[in-house]
T-cell receptor
Framework: KAGVTQTPRYLIKTRGQQVTLSCSPI?????VSWYQQTPGQGLQFLFEYFSETQRNKGNFPGRFSGRQFSNSRSEMNVSTLELGDSALYLC??????????????FGPGTRLLVL | AQTVTQSQPEMSVQEAETVTLSCTYDTSENNYYLFWYKQPPSRQMILVIR??????QNATENRFSVNFQKAAKSFSLKISDSQLGDTAMYFCAFIPSFGNEKLTFGTGTRLTIIP
């Protein structure tokens, strides 16, 4: 079974631009979560989507948004980029049931550099 | 709110030796999962081992095992016969079994295996 894939793997943008990152979950997984990882703040939760609905949201400004499509693929968008948005963005998918949560499996990440 | 604490920022051990990484957590939940993830220099977050809180038996995966002490809210990872490929950041993580909760990570332990 193929793992979680993220595109692009690397991205360089300038301040003020916007960016869209994509995540394709493991087949059959309908929950997709996004995390931002920086040396200073560690791993921070951005949001989780399940069946095209946002289930949970972290403490990030409105410039960070996401969505999920009917095939469970998810995108996150960051508008008006700031230098502090430079980070590794990780996507994780899991198989969520009424019986509870399953393990989250991570993609390779997208490394974003804002100049 | 849940918190996860990893008190060892860095550790090093000789190849083939055994090393134990510490993790404590705080929660009022009774049903939850605990994980150890490994993040090598490639930055891919890889699941090492998972423990369900309702299971008294400690989880094991080949050379990796945990010491789960629910009452003490402690979840340590033991790596036996350490190998050079074990060099990585190790993150302890927690998530409630139910509800719209996010995966909460510790700050990580940087483990170096010395040849």
């Amino acid at each position: 079974k193929a793992g979680v894939t993220q595109t692009p793997r690397y991205l360089i943008k300038t301040r003020g631009q916007q960016v869209t990152l994509s995540c394709s979950p493991i087949s059959g997984h309908r929950s997709v979560s996004w995390y931002q990882q920086t040396p200073g703040q560690g791993l921070q939760f951005l949001f989780e989507y399940f069946s095209e609905t946002q289930r949970n949201k972290g403490n990030f400004p409105g410039r960070f948004s996401g969505r999920q499509f009917s095939n469970s693929r998810s995108e996150m968008n960051v508008s008006t980029l700031e230098l502090g948005d430079s980070a590794l963005y990780l996507c994780a998918s899991s198989f969520l049931t009424t019986g509870g949560r399953e393990t989250q499996y991570f993609g390779p990440g997208t490394r974003l550099l804002v100049l | 709110a849940q918190t996860v604490t990893q008190s060892q920022p860095e550790m090093s051990v000789q190849e083939a030796e055994t090393v134990t990484l510490s993790c404590t957590y705080d929660t009022s939940e009774n049903n939850y999962y605990l994980f150890w993830y490994k993040q090598p220099p490639s930055r891919q977050m890889i699941l090492v081992i998972r423990q369900e809180a309702y299971k008294q038996q400690n989880a094991t995966e080949n050379r990796f095992s945990v010491n789960f002490q629910k009452a003490a809210k402690s979840f340590s990872l033991k790596i036996s016969d350490s190998q050079l490929g074990d060099t990585a950041m190790y993150f302890c993580a927690f998530i409630p079994s139910f509800g719209n909760e996010k995966l909460t990570f510790g700050t990580g332990t940087r483990l170096t295996i010395i040849p």
